[in-house]
């Protein structure tokens, strides 16, 4: 019988301006995977909805604040990991009040959907840039 593996459920969001650009993160020096760049979100806490997560996530790191329907899902990523297998589902957002500020200390771009690629990432996020792609090019 193979080991159990433990699902991590963590959420994203494609944040998109009006110029069609996407808001990427960078991991801070300490977290796992430092330095690669990611669409903000975070882990999902027991009894949280993923819309829930996104909207208190998206305070706590970039400091927005988001109703639930301006977030609609787009996609989603399956990833294993070597200690873990990641679940992520990615919804998109063009609505959202407040100026972003990176209340982590962490570095934010705005980047075209075309460009993605030229940003490292962790390995789960790559499959969710052809959706992005399609949708914003």
């Keep these: 019988m193979a080991a159990e593996v433990k ?12 110029d069609k650009r996407v808001l990427l993160a960078q991991r801070p020096e300490g977290k796992a ?20 997560t996104l909207i208190r996530e ?14 609609a899902p787009l996609t989603f990523a399956s990833h294993a990991y070597e200690t873990f297998h990641l679940l992520m589902p990615l919804y998109i957002c063009r609505r959202w009040q ?22 490292p990432m ?9 959706h992005l792609v399609d949708l914003l090019m």
């Design 7 to 18: 699902l991590t459920l963590v959420v994203a969001c494609a944040l998109v301006d009006a």
């Design 33 to 52: 995977l430092a330095g690669l760049w990611e669409f903000p979100g975070g882990k999902i806490e027991p009894g949280e909805r993923p819309e829930q």
């Design 58 to 71: 998206l305070h706590e790191e970039i400091g927005i604040t988001v109703s639930e329907p301006c977030l």
């Design 98 to 119: 407040g100026p972003v500020v990176a209340r982590e200390g962490q570095n934010l771009a705005w980047v075209r959907a075309n460009k993605l690629r030229d940003y």
């Design 122 to 130: 962790p390995p789960a996020d790559l499959p969710l840039i052809p």
